[in-house]
């Protein structure tokens, strides 16, 4: 597993912890659109919820442990507050790979909640 920092969390505060991601990801959707990389998404939003005053680590180490070794890492997009990783993806269609990718972090990390958020939007023409 990651080096998680420690935070004591009830429901309570993983539902406002999840609630100011949500409104901030809407935030950056609603200011940037579609059409950019993950990266530019994952960077503002980052910039966002450090602003509502959430600690935020970006391309957070998650380390898949085996008999006591590292058997695989893996880098989620962003570990919020210490206790959600937030997923993002521009892609046309979430894919089960992408539900199994997060379904994985949850089980190496031990967290309990994970976003994932998909920027992609077709264009008009």
Same mark, same amino acid.
């Given at each position: 597993?990651?080096?998680?920092?420690?935070?004591? %969390?009830?429901?309570?505060?993983?539902? @406002?912890?999840?609630? %100011?991601?949500?409104?901030? @990801?809407? $935030?950056? #959707?609603? %200011?940037?659109? #579609?059409?950019?990389?993950?990266?530019?998404?994952?960077?503002?939003? @980052? /910039?966002?919820?450090?602003? #509502?005053?959430? /600690? =935020?680590?970006?391309?957070?180490? =998650? $380390?898949?442990?085996?008999?006591?070794? =590292?058997?695989?890492?893996?880098?989620?997009?962003?570990?919020?507050?210490?206790?959600?990783?937030?997923?993002? $993806?521009?892609? $046309? /269609?979430?894919?089960?790979? /992408?539900?199994?990718?997060?379904?994985?972090?949850?089980?190496? %990390?031990?967290?309990?909640?994970?976003?994932?958020?998909?920027?992609?939007?077709?264009? #008009?023409?």
């Amino acid at each position: 597993m990651g080096d998680l920092p420690q935070m004591n %969390t009830d429901e309570h505060g993983l539902d @406002a912890v999840c609630e %100011t991601i949500i409104g901030a @990801a809407f $935030k950056v #959707s609603n %200011t940037l659109g #579609s059409g950019f990389l993950e990266k530019v998404y994952e960077n503002a939003l @980052a /910039h966002e919820l450090r602003r #509502s005053g959430l /600690h =935020v680590a970006q391309q957070f180490p =998650v $380390k898949v442990m085996y008999d006591g070794m =590292v058997a695989g890492e893996y880098i989620a997009d962003l570990l919020v507050a210490g206790t959600v990783i937030f997923e993002l $993806k521009c892609v $046309k /269609h979430l894919e089960d790979i /992408h539900l199994a990718q997060c379904l994985n972090y949850l089980r190496a %990390t031990e967290l309990r909640r994970e976003l994932i958020l998909n920027y992609f939007s077709p264009k #008009s023409v």
